[in-house]
């Protein structure tokens, strides 16, 4: 049935994209559970298989109510939810026989896991060429750390990002943010969707990697270069609020709060024309970006000056666009939730959580011309609520046969 649904997949358009595409989702915490949500969004159906008795473990992270969490609810919208004893075999086997009806599975468990379980990429490919199996891993399923657990506060340690973020004589620090495990979660997203194009276009499925570490190292946008190419003699440091190799630009405190200013090249000479300084652009101190480097602690000393000389950070900021000049303030999270850029745009969306009721949560950070939204946001489930539907329907479990799963343990359910 599933390749008969391949094969009629390639002569109708579908309104979602990735309706008719079934994901198997083994994954928990975050950067699994970030990759399948994006696909639920895109129409996938996701089947959220979550190891009993207790389900995903973010479903213990801030903030609980009940048996769940807000944090687990913002990534598991929209997936089916059954819950499997994973020590017994016979939950082995019920995982197994899903996985074939599947297009994808996605999970992020440690390596040799699956293996002792007779679920690895190995066993599944030999029983369907077809299938695709996405992977992510703290540092990889081979290599010299592929040993290790992990988790984001070690992508970014491991990467060089954190060297890089924090003032320049403090220690080095993690963002806010958990950007591994979020960078993981968009890479393996992407990569899902062209290893399906490339089944269509040769019927065979391949098995996809990602770890917490590479995602971030690939931000590096001079780190590595710049030091290759200065035969090891410059190596980039932490900067501050300052982005050290483009002076000035930068993190600047306004009449009000914080904005920011990115002055590259092109944009220098304007920049001095909208401060009223045009000599700047010639002042042999600050003529070229090594001038500017060399004498950084003066120019920017200048900037914010001239920044703090408006009667607002609004102010400053409408001047500055009026001169094309990059700046924008800096928001914390609330604020930024409140922005028409991210309520207009759909990345905050506003659900009626059966746990939380009113919840705000993030949207997907894409747009596509030919695929709509869901006319009604989804919601999370309670662990194990499709246990039934899934089994009947996939399977074709009898009832009696379900019963007997439920009453040996081998699924279950908050229900």
Not at 88 to 110: P, Q, W, Y
Not at 121 to 140: Q, T
Not at 192 to 212: K, M, S
Not at 334 to 359: Q, S, Y
Request: glycine residues 10%; contains cysteine.
């Amino acid at each position: 049935m599933r390749n008969g649904a391949q094969e009629a997949r390639r002569f109708y358009c579908h309104n979602m994209i990735l309706e008719n595409v079934r994901v198997l989702d083994l994954t928990q915490y975050l950067s699994g559970p970030s990759a399948t949500r994006m696909l639920s969004e895109l129409g996938a159906e996701v089947i959220k298989v979550e190891l009993g008795p207790n389900g995903d473990p973010s479903r213990l992270l801030p903030f609980v109510e009940g048996r769940t969490s807000s944090y687990y609810s913002q990534q598991n919208r929209g997936k089916n939810s059954i819950c499997v004893d994973f020590s017994k075999e016979e939950g082995h086997d019920l995982v197994r026989s899903l996985a074939l009806e599947c297009d994808v599975i996605v999970e992020n468990f440690g390596p040799g896991v699956l293996e002792r379980k007779g679920l690895a990429w190995d066993d599944l490919h030999a029983l369907d060429e077809s299938l695709i199996m996405a992977s992510i891993s703290a540092f990889g399923k081979e290599g010299p750390l592929s040993h290790l657990q992990g988790f984001d506060l070690m992508g970014q340690a491991l990467s060089g990002m954190m060297h890089l973020t924090g003032d320049a004589d403090g220690p080095p620090q993690f963002t806010g943010s958990p950007i591994a495990d979020c960078a993981a979660g968009l890479v393996l997203f992407g990569a899902i969707g062209h290893a399906l194009f490339h089944r269509e276009r040769t019927g065979l499925g391949q098995c996809i990697e990602v770890n917490l570490v590479d995602p971030v190292f690939h931000m590096h946008s001079i780190a590595v270069q710049g030091h290759s190419a200065t035969k090891g003699e410059w190596a980039q440091a932490r900067s501050g609020r300052q982005f050290g190799i483009v002076v000035p630009s930068g993190t600047y405190k306004g009449p009000d709060g914080w904005i920011v200013i990115q002055v590259l090249e092109r944009q220098w000479p304007r920049f001095c024309e909208a401060m009223n300084k045009a000599e700047l652009a010639t002042d042999s101190k600050f003529h070229t970006g090594n001038d500017r480097i060399e004498n950084a602690a003066e120019l920017i000393n200048i900037v914010e000056r001239w920044v703090q000389s408006f009667e607002s950070d609004g102010a400053a900021l409408q001047w500055l666009e009026e001169h094309r000049i990059p700046a924008a303030p800096v928001l914390s999270p609330v604020e930024a939730m409140k922005h028409p850029h991210f309520i207009e745009g759909g990345m905050v969306r506003n659900v009626d959580d059966p746990t939380f009721g009113p919840l705000a949560v993030t949207g997907l950070p894409v747009k596509f011309s030919q695929s709509s939204r869901p006319d009604r946001e989804p919601l999370p489930e309670s662990l194990g609520q499709s246990n039934r539907p899934v089994l009947e329907r996939l399977l074709a479990l009898s009832v009696a046969e379900i019963e007997e799963l439920e009453k040996t343990g081998v699924v279950m359910s908050d229900e």
